[in-house]
């Protein structure tokens, strides 16, 4: 089941001709840095503490657990968890043992999860100790095979699941390891990994997640960021979201560099955190940023050891990233990419402030770009287009759904979901989502380009931009605003600043409602934009009701005075 039917052998022989691919999964890293440099610090999760030595070790035993549950060769087992040490060497584990591990959010719900049962064949599912855990359990039992197995992390006391961490508690000899998983691994090219992605439906498709594509993004990274040994990178988010699956899983291993976890993202907690590991690369999304700079005791941490700041899910306002710059001391690097891509651009810790600032950086090494027009035709450099990629950064295709690759790679590249163009310094520059693109009046809107606007606002700390539907228009602009401190943020007010900021009247927003929190996708990365249209809606029907309600009160009121 792991073969990835789009490598194709002229394919994987051009990029191992190159120097992009090899047949290394992120475990051979750690076992190399284990006999390299055995005692070093590998992975710090609260009080736990990893040497390469002992982190391997765990690995092999966890592996052997999988093997011994009866667990078959490309068997898939879903990882459902928040972010610890057991998980990340469970994942490990899984390559080493030849398991496909399905990376599932933690905070997929009984409907996610019930429509990855009915399409993936599970032959089991890690779950944490969470108020939901049960309730989660009893969906996947439902609808796995006969084999399927349950599994717990973190003390979970779910009926019936086998608890992994007594695995580290068995004693093996390396004789006897050796003997059990030989043969097991994973081939070079195979899919260790399947990325769950909601796409534009909401329903989950699977993606093949290739060790060969990630580790050769990895690579670049490495070079953009000056990574070596010395480093210490914490993952702020779940270690199976993008940037963070690529910085932590696939780049640092392969220059022996510290990792560092959080299971929650607290400010403070992450100020501390950097303090005592003396953390030189911080990987966030941009709402926890936001978070980060709004937290009152910011300023009483000692940050200075940081000197990069990893952000991505989505384009970090010029006017934050340069805050961040400038509280923390350290250089901004933003990416670009898709779960179904892989990785497509990044910006170097050398590239000019307004690319590192503004910008997404180059594409990766070895990506041939086209933008086009909606014709499909493409355009000179500079011009605005549909971003259009091919490469050695490129995953697999959609796992056991052929159809969806092949129309997905209909024209030999892949089919981003944004615009932008290339400058004629070859630096890449996104303009806004092909889906989220509001259309006024036969107008394009680009959201992000009012966001940015509308958080130079003094009073706004997060916004977002959707187009609600309009009889009239096709759609309108609305935005959602979470305001600073409680103060109370009014449309006129974001208008007047619009106006002040030279941004064209057709592209304010024409509604307005203000928020405590924007909604996050199911990975924490980005604005949920379908759940903010969701909540627009309702509050159009809420206001709708309301008015029509006081409307029937002033009626029935001159009705009484009239019979008075």
Same mark, same amino acid.
């Given at each position: 089941?792991?073969?990835?039917?789009?490598?194709?052998?002229?394919?994987?022989?051009?990029?191992?001709?190159?120097?992009?691919?090899?047949?290394?999964?992120?475990?051979?890293?750690?076992?190399?840095?284990?006999?390299?440099?055995?005692?070093?610090?590998?992975?710090?999760?609260?009080?736990?503490?990893?040497?390469?030595?002992?982190?391997?070790?765990?690995?092999?035993?966890?592996?052997?657990?999988?093997?011994?549950?009866?667990?078959?060769?490309?068997?898939?087992?879903?990882?459902?968890?928040?972010?610890?040490?057991?998980?990340?060497?469970?994942?490990?584990?899984?390559?080493?043992?030849?398991?496909?591990?399905?990376?599932?959010?933690?905070?997929?719900?009984?409907?996610?999860?019930?429509?990855?049962?009915?399409?993936?064949?599970?032959?089991?599912?890690?779950?944490?100790?969470?108020?939901?855990?049960?309730?989660?359990?009893?969906?996947?039992?439902?609808?796995?095979?006969?084999?399927?197995?349950?599994?717990?992390?973190?003390?979970?006391?779910?009926?019936?699941?086998?608890?992994?961490?007594?695995?580290?508690?068995?004693?093996?000899?390396?004789?006897?390891?050796?003997?059990?998983?030989?043969?097991?691994?994973?081939?070079?090219?195979?899919?260790?990994?399947?990325?769950?992605?909601?796409?534009?439906?909401?329903?989950?498709?699977?993606?093949?997640?290739?060790?060969?594509?990630?580790?050769?993004?990895?690579?670049?990274?490495?070079?953009?960021?000056?990574?070596?040994?010395?480093?210490?990178?914490?993952?702020?988010?779940?270690?199976?979201?993008?940037?963070?699956?690529?910085?932590?899983?696939?780049?640092?291993?392969?220059?022996?560099?510290?990792?560092?976890?959080?299971?929650?993202?607290?400010?403070?907690?992450?100020?501390?955190?950097?303090?005592?590991?003396?953390?030189?690369?911080?990987?966030?999304?941009? $709402?926890?940023?936001? !978070?980060? #700079?709004?937290?009152?005791? @910011? /300023?009483?941490? =000692?940050?200075?050891?940081?000197? &990069?700041?990893?952000?991505?899910?989505?384009?970090?306002?010029?006017?934050?990233?340069?805050?961040?710059?400038?509280?923390?001391?350290?250089?901004?690097?933003?990416?670009?990419?898709?779960?179904?891509?892989?990785?497509?651009?990044?910006?170097?810790?050398?590239?000019?402030?307004?690319?590192?600032? $503004?910008?997404?950086? !180059?594409? #990766?090494?070895?990506?041939? @770009? /086209?933008?086009? =027009?909606?014709?499909?035709?493409? &355009?000179?450099?500079?011009?605005?287009?549909?971003?259009?990629?091919?490469?050695?950064?490129?995953?697999?295709?959609?796992?056991?759904?052929?159809?969806?690759?092949?129309?997905?790679?209909?024209?030999?590249?892949?089919?981003?979901?944004?615009?932008?163009?290339?400058?004629?310094?070859?630096?890449?520059?996104?303009?806004? !989502?092909?889906?989220?693109?509001?259309?006024?009046?036969?107008?394009?809107?680009?959201?992000?380009? &009012?966001?940015?606007?509308?958080?130079?606002?003094?009073?706004?700390?997060?916004?977002?931009?959707?187009?609600?539907?309009?009889?009239?228009?096709?759609?309108?602009?609305?935005?959602?605003?979470?305001?600073?401190?409680?103060?109370?943020?009014?449309?006129?007010?974001?208008?007047?600043?619009?106006?002040?900021?030279?941004?064209?009247?057709?592209?304010?927003?024409?509604?307005?409602?203000?928020?405590?929190?924007?909604?996050?996708?199911?990975?924490?990365?980005?604005?949920?934009?379908?759940?903010?249209?969701?909540?627009?809606?309702?509050?159009?029907?809420?206001?709708?009701?309301?008015?029509?309600?006081?409307?029937?009160?002033?009626?029935?009121?001159?009705?009484?005075?009239?019979?008075?």
């Amino acid at each position: 089941m792991a073969r990835v039917q789009r490598y194709t052998q002229q394919l994987v022989a051009g990029y191992e001709r190159d120097g992009h691919w090899n047949g290394a999964y992120p475990v051979d890293f750690w076992e190399s840095n284990a006999l390299r440099d055995p005692h070093r610090d590998a992975l710090v999760f609260g009080a736990q503490r990893y040497t390469w030595k002992t982190a391997v070790e765990a690995i092999h035993k966890l592996a052997m657990g999988l093997v011994s549950c009866g667990l078959r060769r490309n068997d898939v087992i879903a990882l459902q968890a928040p972010n610890s040490a057991a998980l990340m060497l469970l994942r490990l584990a899984a390559e080493k043992a030849g398991v496909v591990a399905l990376l599932v959010p933690p905070t997929f719900s009984r409907a996610e999860v019930g429509a990855i049962t009915e399409r993936l064949p599970l032959a089991g599912a890690v779950l944490s100790e969470r108020a939901r855990a049960q309730d989660l359990a009893n969906v996947y039992r439902a609808g796995a095979r006969e084999s399927f197995a349950l599994f717990s992390i973190g003390g979970s006391s779910i009926p019936g699941a086998c608890d992994i961490e007594s695995w580290l508690d068995v004693p093996y000899s390396a004789t006897e390891a050796g003997r059990v998983l030989d043969g097991r691994r994973l081939q070079p090219y195979e899919y260790a990994a399947i990325i769950t992605t909601s796409g534009t439906t909401g329903i989950p498709r699977f993606v093949e997640h290739t060790a060969c594509a990630r580790n050769a993004s990895g690579r670049v990274y490495i070079d953009r960021l000056q990574l070596t040994h010395n480093d210490v990178v914490v993952g702020m988010v779940s270690i199976f979201a993008g940037n963070c699956d690529l910085l932590v899983h696939h780049t640092a291993p392969q220059v022996g560099a510290r990792i560092v976890l959080v299971d929650h993202f607290d400010p403070q907690l992450a100020c501390r955190l950097i303090e005592s590991e003396r953390a030189t690369c911080a990987v966030f999304v941009p $709402t926890l940023l936001h !978070r980060l #700079l709004a937290y009152d005791g @910011l /300023r009483r941490h =000692d940050l200075s050891s940081l000197r &990069v700041v990893t952000s991505f899910g989505a384009i970090l306002a010029p006017g934050i990233a340069a805050e961040v710059e400038r509280i923390l001391g350290a250089k901004v690097i933003q990416g670009y990419g898709a779960s179904d891509y892989g990785s497509l651009a990044s910006a170097a810790i050398d590239d000019p402030d307004r690319v590192r600032l $503004t910008g997404v950086g !180059r594409p #990766l090494t070895g990506t041939e @770009l /086209r933008i086009c =027009d909606a014709n499909g035709v493409a &355009v000179p450099a500079g011009t605005p287009g549909r971003i259009f990629a091919r490469g050695p950064h490129c995953v697999g295709g959609f796992v056991q759904d052929t159809a969806a690759t092949e129309q997905a790679w209909a024209t030999g590249y892949y089919a981003m979901g944004d615009f932008g163009h290339l400058d004629q310094d070859g630096y890449l520059w996104l303009s806004g !989502r092909v889906r989220e693109l509001v259309i006024r009046g036969g107008q394009n809107i680009v959201p992000g380009e &009012v966001e940015d606007a509308i958080l130079a606002h003094p009073h706004v700390a997060e916004a977002a931009v959707i187009g609600v539907p309009d009889a009239e228009m096709g759609e309108r602009v609305c935005a959602a605003v979470v305001p600073r401190d409680g103060v109370r943020v009014t449309l006129e007010s974001i208008t007047a600043h619009l106006s002040e900021r030279g941004l064209a009247r057709f592209k304010h927003p024409e509604r307005l409602f203000l928020i405590d929190a924007l909604p996050l996708n199911p990975a924490a990365t980005k604005v949920d934009k379908r759940a903010l249209l969701e909540m627009a809606l309702g509050k159009e029907i809420k206001d709708s009701s309301a008015e029509v309600s006081q409307a029937s009160t002033r009626i029935a009121n001159r009705s009484i005075r009239r019979k008075r």
